[in-house]
């Protein structure tokens, strides 16, 4: 059953003041019940056009969930997909502030940027690889809106999969001189070794999963435009910053990204 229009523009509102003011607030399905993804996605959009209305450009989308632990973790076994506006993106090596957040956490990921527009239904990894202009790594930045990070899977694709921030590397790759899958990423913290992953980790392949992105938004009618940034997915666990931490993503052949906390 759809909520009606006017809860769910409340509810995109809701989580719009929440990301500005800085505050939790409980998670939707707590008040609302029925609420189910084909509602959240209806909640996202709207999410998405209240940023628009106040200057925000998409710049490019994510996928989220894409670990098998985490969507078992989540009871799914689909992935989920959020959007990337200008208000999200940090330069490499830029200084985010601790106190816009409400409880950052890190992950590591390859972003890709395509080149030409694609469409599903049907599309692959290769077609991804044909139409990615560079590939590079990313930290995301994960904020849910929610209480002590928990939420459900309605409610978190609302909330716009917890996107908040992201930094893409400074050295452009082409994507075709690499085995995405093999590719080993680091994750350091302060100095530290933090996390280790490889690409596989995101469904087996991170191009499949930019393949299963345009897939899902052919469903809505919607292309993957040209110039889009698309963060891939975790290939790590995500771990919990604080003002002060330095971190760092290295993957192999690709460079490094970096983000610091004040
Ligand atoms: O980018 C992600 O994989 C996050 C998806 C939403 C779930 C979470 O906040 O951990
Ligand atoms: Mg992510």
Do not use: W
């Amino acid at each position: 059953m759809s909520l009606e229009n006017e809860i769910l523009d409340r509810c995109a509102r809701l989580l719009r003041d929440a990301e500005r003011d800085v505050r939790e607030v409980v998670k939707l399905t707590d008040t609302y019940p029925v609420l189910d993804v084909a509602d959240a996605y209806r909640i996202q959009q709207r999410l998405c056009a209240l940023k628009q209305a106040e200057g925000v450009r998409i710049v490019g989308m994510k996928m989220g969930l894409t670990s098998h632990a985490k969507m078992q973790q989540m009871g799914v076994d689909t992935p989920i997909y959020g959007f990337l506006g200008s208000d999200n993106a940090v330069d490499d090596g830029a200084a985010v502030d601790t106190r816009v957040l409400i409880h950052p956490k890190v992950e590591a990921e390859i972003a890709f940027v395509t080149r030409d527009a694609l469409r599903g239904p049907g599309c692959t990894a290769s077609d991804v690889l044909a139409a990615t202009d560079y590939v590079v790594p990313a930290i995301e930045l994960i904020d849910s809106r929610y209480e002590n990070f928990r939420f459900d899977l309605p409610s978190v694709i609302a909330d716009n999969t917890s996107a908040s921030r992201y930094v893409l590397g400074s050295r452009p790759t082409d994507p075709a001189t690499l085995d995405l899958q093999t590719l080993g990423v680091v994750m350091e913290k302060n100095g530290q070794v933090a996390e280790v992953g490889a690409g596989a980790a995101v469904l087996g392949d991170p191009a499949a999963a930019v393949a299963m992105l345009v897939n899902m938004l052919s469903e809505h009618g919607q292309p993957l435009e040209a110039g889009a940034v698309v963060l891939s997915g975790a290939i790590t666990a995500a771990i919990a910053v604080q003002a002060g931490d330095n971190v760092l993503v290295r993957g192999d052949g690709i460079g490094t990204v970096a983000m610091r906390f004040i």
